[in-house]
């Protein structure tokens, strides 16, 4: 029996859910990304079915020297993030139970957003999910989480109310904003790597109804859509109209209604939560910035919330990378158009930018690490890997860092403060540097 083979057989002594060496059936399937560009290489897997597998299991592998890596979705993987740890995979450990009194929702560590938004939608209740009803809960709010009804709510993270999670003592604990008060404002968007979370307690927000969906306008209508959607933005619109707009190179798939295939569209994604006239009224203005192609905004279900943005779910190889703009200034869309326009030879398969500001450039009730709030807009691309020179052209105007979800290859935007404290709470509580 190899030494692997050997790890494989006294972990699977110490836990009650399924173990992983790199010659069991199942290995790969544990540890599959969205992005397939990144090929995740542990040394092996633990599919943890509760608490009790994540504490062992994190003791485990600190006494046999692997480092601890987590996976749920796979939609946040990055190069290396997995390779030759011991990785835990958290995607067995679901639960959900909705407090409409106490307007709030527990999570496992293993759900995904849609399945929460389905359990409090009856409720007239809605958490702050992000565009893609398949992305995971906790690697989102771990990272501060931008939803498309962000400007309405703020960030993800500012909902949360408590995380449970194994530190790297193998300890699991609960925080809140009186119980560990270090971890819980590292761990609402500081990123991953201060214990294994294992469910989470969040804040939902009363939303009788939704319009919302998208306008698309052909690509050659690019620069009068992008400088409407800036004086859009900027003419005072209440923090509940929450907008972004995309500039898609589509493919020619029968996926697509007929009008989109193969085309170079700019798309409108729109969310107003509330009364579906008064979402109607403020979006006039952009349905009248250039002629349509198709228009699919209305009234939608809060279990619908997928359909605003209409992203993919099958996992493709992709180059990501995001960044923050402080405003939107002529020149700044003149260079985006040139570099992922409909002209541009080497435009990336997605250029968005969301507008930020209403809740989201307010302070949360609780401070927590997400401490760059004044940005306007996100920019986010998603290109073929060998990567886009969007950037480049928009460093002007950038702050050259991303929101910790939307960064893809850039750093994540942080004060120096916020930097230095993160690395204070990691020494203190990871201070053999376990936990990737
Ligand atoms: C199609 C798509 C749409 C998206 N839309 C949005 C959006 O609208 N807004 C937004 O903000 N982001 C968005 N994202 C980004 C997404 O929030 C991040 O990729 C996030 O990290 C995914 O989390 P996950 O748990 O699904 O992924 P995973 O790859 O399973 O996890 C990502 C990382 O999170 C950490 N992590 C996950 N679970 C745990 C745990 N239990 N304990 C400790 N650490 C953990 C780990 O570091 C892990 O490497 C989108 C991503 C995709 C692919």
Request: net charge negative.
């Amino acid at each position: 029996m190899s030494d692997i083979e050997l790890t494989v057989k006294q972990l699977r002594e110490l836990v009650a859910g399924p173990v992983f060496g790199p010659s069991d059936p199942g290995f790969e399937a544990e540890t599959v990304t969205f992005n397939t560009t990144v090929n995740a290489r542990p040394a092996l897997v633990v599919g943890a079915l509760d608490r009790q597998d994540v504490a062992a299991a994190v003791s485990f592998a600190a006494e046999q020297g692997f480092a601890v890596a987590v996976t749920s979705t796979g939609h946040g993987a990055v190069p290396g993030g997995m390779d030759g740890a011991l990785v835990i995979n958290t995607s067995r450990i679901t639960e959900i139970s909705v407090d409409p009194q106490a307007r709030t929702v527990r999570v496992g560590a293993g759900n995904r957003w849609g399945e929460v938004v389905e359990a409090c939608a009856p409720f007239g209740l809605m958490p702050p999910a992000g565009a893609a009803p398949h992305v995971g809960v906790v690697g989102y709010l771990l990272g501060g989480g931008l939803s498309p009804l962000g400007r309405a709510l703020g960030f993800a993270a500012d909902h949360v109310r408590a995380l449970e999670l194994v530190t790297a003592d193998g300890t699991h604990r609960r925080v809140d904003a009186d119980h560990h008060e270090d971890l819980f404002w590292a761990l609402r968007g500081g990123g991953g790597g201060l214990g294994v979370v294992t469910a989470v307690e969040i804040g939902l927000s009363p939303v009788s109804s939704l319009y919302g969906g998208t306008v698309f306008y052909p690509g050659e209508r690019a620069a009068e859509v992008l400088r409407a959607f800036r004086d859009w933005n900027d003419d005072r619109l209440p923090d509940a109209a929450c907008g972004s707009l995309a500039l898609q190179r589509l493919p020619d798939v029968p996926q697509l209604p007929e009008p989109l295939r193969g085309r170079f569209v700019v798309a409108l994604r729109y969310a107003y939560p509330g009364d579906p006239a008064e979402g109607a009224r403020l979006l006039a203005p952009m349905r009248a910035a250039a002629e349509v192609i198709l228009d699919t905004v209305g009234e939608l279900p809060l279990t619908a919330f997928g359909a605003i943005h209409n992203d993919p779910t099958a996992p493709m190889p992709v180059w990501e990378r995001g960044d923050l703009l402080p405003a939107l200034p002529d020149e700044a869309i003149e260079a985006l158009l040139s570099a992922a326009g409909p002209e541009a030879a080497d435009a990336p398969f997605l250029a968005e930018l969301r507008r930020l500001g209403g809740a989201l450039a307010r302070a949360p009730r609780h401070a927590n690490a997400l401490d760059v709030r004044h940005a306007a807009y996100t920019l986010f691309a998603v290109a073929p890997p060998s990567g886009s020179g969007l950037f480049t052209t928009m460093a002007p105007w950038t702050l050259g860092a991303g929101l910790p979800t939307m960064r893809g290859v850039a750093p994540a935007a942080r004060t120096p403060e916020a930097a230095a404290r993160l690395a204070e709470i990691k020494d203190a509580w990871d201070p053999a540097g376990l936990l990737r």
